[in-house]
């Protein structure tokens, strides 16, 4: 019986991919009935009106206790995400440790002298809630961050805690900057990251031009965002950041890999990849003989028709924390990223390769998150899925509120 790719199941067979959709701008609307291309756009808005929601909240109060022992930041997906944002953002030089928390509930560690801040796009995830009701319980100051009239804002104003309200226009992995502005705010007013107006309207800025390049009126010549998308058509994404921003940025293209376009994908960083997982150049779905033929393909199939690992490279190489004392890019991760490129190569591994532009941390992540985020939805839509639906996150959610019950 045929599974959902065409032929055999799984290596060989490729799902049916429509690549004259991705230039036509109406087939596109058509096929993205949600609107996540257009909700993926509002990405420089999200963070001016998230700038300006927090402004208007009273964070101040977090920071007459002086400076917190530890920050736990509790979500669950993009919402978790965000932690390591701020975590990435602030870098070494942090004076106190962060923590992005998956689970529910807070560490038992977490008390009197720390900082938590749930989060959660919706308002209502259990793990955001337990860790709110946790750090009100123990003493913890806290600040909760989601959709307005939820209860998490209830929650939040009987602990007498700063709430940010997100406006919930779209799924959580199309509203990361409207989850994370806040949160580096929050930090901000703690003084543990240096994220100032300039350094938002630039990331704002640079995430409106991206949208820019990558609208689906421009064509996949033109368009960097389709072109990587075809870049990775029918193939398994093997995605290495080249700094500690690039790497974050990595795994935020394989979630959205994932969920919109339905791609399992490796990530990590290049260091990770140095030891041990550069060995999938070598392997199955990458290595060839040295006779140049994969030494699993069937006699008279071509190469065009094998699935194979496709390289994308994340590349850093502005000024952050992976630099020495005098603000110089480690040349170390600029060789590595140089080395890994050539075995690829020389092994028949095609390589795409995203380099980080702008100043700030912030902005230089912005730069490496949006063409991919755009990338994974046309990727999708060339294969017929809906990015806004996703029906087994949907399915396990109420076979998970069934086992509950």
């Known amino acids: 019986m045929a599974g959902p790719f ?3 199941a799984g290596v060989r067979g490729h799902r049916h991919l429509d690549l004259d959709l991705l230039d036509d701008a109406e087939a596109l609307a058509t096929a993205d009935p949600g609107g996540m291309l257009r909700a993926t756009a509002s990405s420089g808005a999200q963070v001016r009106e998230s700038a300006a929601l927090a402004a208007e909240a009273n964070l101040g109060s977090i920071a007459d206790e002086g400076r917190p022992r530890a920050v736990v930041v509790a979500g669950v997906g993009t919402a978790a995400r965000t932690g390591e944002i701020l975590a990435t953002v602030a870098g070494a030089r942090c004076p106190v440790p962060v923590l992005a928390h998956r689970s529910a509930g807070i560490p038992g560690w977490v008390g009197a002298g720390d900082v938590v801040i749930a989060v959660s796009a919706s308002g209502r995830s259990p793990e955001a809630l337990a860790a709110a009701e946790a750090a009100s319980r123990r003493g913890a100051r806290l600040v ?23 406006p919930r226009r779209a799924p959580a992995r199309a509203s990361l900057w409207a989850l994370t502005v806040p949160v580096l705010l929050a930090a901000r007013t703690l003084g543990l990251v240096k994220v100032n107006e300039a350094d938002l309207a630039e990331t704002a800025t640079r995430l409106d031009m991206d949208a820019d390049r990558c609208r689906p009126a421009l064509e996949s010549f033109v368009n960097p965002a389709k072109a990587l998308a075809l870049d990775l058509a029918n193939s398994i994404p093997v995605i290495w950041g080249s700094s500690s921003l690039a790497t974050l940025a990595a795994r935020r293209f394989a979630d959205t890999l994932s969920s919109n376009a339905r791609y399992p994908a490796v990530a990590g960083a290049l260091g990770e ?25 069937d006699p008279g199939e071509s190469d065009e028709d094998v699935t194979r ?37 020389r092994r028949g591994v095609r390589v795409s390769v995203v380099t980080a532009e702008g100043a700030s941390p912030l902005e230089r992540l912005a730069s490496l998150v949006a063409v991919p985020d755009f990338a994974s939805m046309y ?20 076979l998970s509120r069934h086992e509950r019950a």
């Not at 804002?153 to 309200?165: D, K, L």
């Not at 990849?273 to 393909?297: C, H, K, M, Q, S």
């Not at 952050?320 to 890994?340: F, I, M, N, W």
């Open 6 to 8: 065409e032929g055999e």
């Open 273 to 297: 990849a140095g030891r041990g997982r550069v060995g999938l150049l070598d392997g199955v779905y990458g290595g060839l003989t040295e006779a140049g033929r994969d030494i699993f393909a």
């Open 309 to 345: 690992l496709r390289l994308v490279l994340l590349r850093d190489g502005g000024l952050s924390d992976d630099t020495d004392d005098q603000g110089e890019p480690l040349a170390v991760e600029e060789r590595r990223a140089d080395a890994v490129q050539a075995l690829a190569e």
């Open 144 to 166: 909760a961050i989601g959709a307005p009239d939820s209860e998490l804002q209830s929650m939040a104003e009987r602990a007498r805690a700063p709430f940010i309200p997100v």
């Open 379 to 398: 990727l999708g839509l060339a294969h017929g899925l809906d990015p806004m639906a996703v029906p087994a996150v949907s399915e396990m959610k109420e």
